[in-house]
T-cell receptor, first 113, second 117 residues
Framework: TQLLEQSPQFLSIQEGENLTVYCNSSSVFSSLQWYRQEPGEGPVLLVTVVTGGEVKKLKRLTFQFGDARKDSSLHITAAQPGDTGLYLC?????????????FGKGTKLSVKP | NAGVTQTPKFQVLKTGQSMTLQCAQD?????MSWYRQDPGMGLRLIHYSVGAGITDQGEVPNGYNVSRSTTEDFPLRLLSAAPSQTSVYFC????????????????FGAGSRLTVL
């Protein structure tokens, strides 16, 4: 069974601080995605990384895919209260042929003003 | 453009009752899937479909049935509800695109919260 280990599970920080969330596996993924989920809603895609070593930036969020395509990280610079939510990493191990993903257990982020 | 629509949003069942969670998408996506989300467990795949008439089991299929008679609809049936099926259920859909065209981006519904007493 393929697993995505996500850490930390919970993170409570003050506005303006930086943070990094990690997503690790012993398996290779053809792509890895990061989603954000608000209470009472479904997850919404933040970014997809496909190439080993790839780095993508989305405003204050930086996403990296490991060279071996087994791990990824999400770094938030100068966190704001609006960043509060559940962050989920998800990997595709089927090369896009099945339309489903393996999800990590999530990181619940709370940013206090 | 409604995206992925799930009904009902909330449901309470008694042990042994059956029910169907509805999922419909209007994006002409080939792929559809059902996940359940439990505290500390992340999202776990129940069943998925790569097209009309084709379904397959995911990680936690026991106690659930699915069918895909049309591209748009992918209902999830609970045959005999058990308290262990208390969860939030999410339906998702995506285009059938290969890795060379990017990755499968899932569009999720808003979820259906089920409580089994």
């Amino acid at each position: 069974t393929q697993l995505l280990e996500q850490s930390p599970q919970f993170l409570s920080i003050q506005e303006g601080e930086n943070l990094t969330v990690y997503c690790n596996s012993s398996s290779v993924f053809s792509s890895l995605q990061w989603y954000r989920q608000e209470p009472g809603e479904g997850p919404v895609l933040l970014v997809t990384v496909v190439t080993g070593g790839e780095v993508k930036k989305l405003k204050r969020l930086t996403f990296q895919f490991g060279d071996a395509r087994k791990d990824s990280s999400l770094h938030i610079t100068a966190a704001q209260p609006g960043d509060t939510g559940l962050y989920l990493c998800a990997g595709d191990s089927h090369g896009g042929s099945q339309g489903n993903l393996i999800f990590g257990k999530g990181t619940k982020l709370s940013v206090k003003p | 453009n409604a995206g992925v629509t799930q009904t009902p949003k909330f449901q309470v069942l008694k042990t042994g009752q059956s029910m169907t969670l509805q999922c419909a998408q209007d994006m002409n996506h080939e792929y559809m899937s059902w996940y359940r989300q439990d505290p500390g467990m992340g999202l776990r795949l129940i069943h998925y479909s790569v097209g009309a008439g084709i379904t397959d089991q995911g990680e936690v299929p026991n106690g659930y049935n699915v069918s895909r008679s049309t591209t748009e609809d992918f209902p999830l049936r609970l045959l005999s509800a058990a308290p262990s099926q208390t969860s939030v259920y999410f339906c998702a859909s995506s285009y059938a695109r290969g890795i060379s065209s990017g990755a499968n981006v899932l569009t999720f519904g808003a979820g259906s919260r089920l409580t089994v007493l």
